[in-house]
């Protein structure tokens, strides 16, 4: 139980963790500095995780982890189509 609710904490600040630079990136219109392949192996390795996740939720554990990481794979996913919009002023 004290492990479940570490993942859900620990999960949630990292998947939250995006939307200051989602902020900015809207705001600014201008995601120039970033770079890509960055985040695009970011969202790749959340991706296997992800798979790993759905599984583990299959076989009757992991719910926790499906749910945070589902939430950051989305953020990730949204940097990275932020990144190719406004990545090139």
């Known amino acids: 139980m004290v492990f479940d609710v570490l993942q859900i904490i620990g999960g949630l600040i990292m998947s939250f963790g995006y939307i200051p630079q989602i902020m900015q990136i809207l705001q600014t219109k201008s995601a120039a500095d970033l770079n890509l392949k960055t985040f695009l192996l970011m969202l790749l390795g959340i991706s296997l995780m992800e ?4 599984n ?3 076989h009757g ?3 926790a982890f499906l749910v945070t990481n589902t939430i950051s794979m989305a953020a990730a996913t949204i940097m990275v189509g932020l990144i190719v ?3 090139r002023r």
């Open 85 to 87: 919009r406004y990545g």
């Open 61 to 63: 554990a992991g719910g």
């Open 51 to 54: 798979i790993y996740a759905i």
């Open 56 to 58: 583990l939720f299959v």
